[in-house]
């Protein structure tokens, strides 16, 4: 009984293939006519859908965004404008009470230059150094302080 071999029912399964008469494979070549042109086809496409994606997100947009920066200004936008220029360029009061007037920038750049010019400045003027910031945003590490001369020389010196 173990020498029995069953015969696989299943023509499709791999050894079991069966030869039909005057069936046969395909022996003919692929044509390579055929095949170029359908690969010349499908790289034009894709240069054409690349050019297209560009043209898109280029000049398409660079466009609206043009019209929508260079159109008319709105009336709100005006509006604004104006009150911006109302306040830079005429006297107000900000406070009556209390006295604060608001005053015109020229007229307020020319108190702070005589003043300055004048040596009574009341504010603090001290420069301060850059600080360097590195890419991304995060400020540099501070740097370590540079001794002073008199810091670097020998304590025997110092005293004589």
Do not use: C
Request: no cysteine; charged share 20%.
């Amino acid at each position: 009984m173990m020498s029995e071999h069953k015969q696989n029912p299943d023509p499709t399964a791999p050894g079991t293939a069966v030869m039909t008469e005057n069936v046969d494979y395909d022996r003919r070549e692929a044509r390579a006519g055929v095949v170029a042109g359908v690969s010349a086809a499908t790289v034009v496409m894709l240069v054409a859908m690349i050019v297209g994606v560009y043209w898109l997100y280029t000049v398409a947009f660079e466009q609206v965004e043009h019209d929508q920066y260079t159109g008319v200004a709105s009336k709100e936008l005006l509006a604004i404008q104006a009150r911006e220029d109302e306040q830079l360029h005429k006297y107000a009061y900000i406070d009556k009470e209390k006295g604060l007037i608001r005053l015109p920038i020229d007229r307020a750049m020319e108190i702070v230059a005589a003043e300055f010019k004048a040596g009574t400045v009341s504010y603090n003027t001290k420069s301060y150094p850059v600080k360097v910031e590195l890419p991304g945003g995060a400020a540099a590490p501070p740097q370590p302080a540079v001794p002073s001369p008199a810091a670097t020389q020998p304590p025997a010196a110092a005293h004589k």
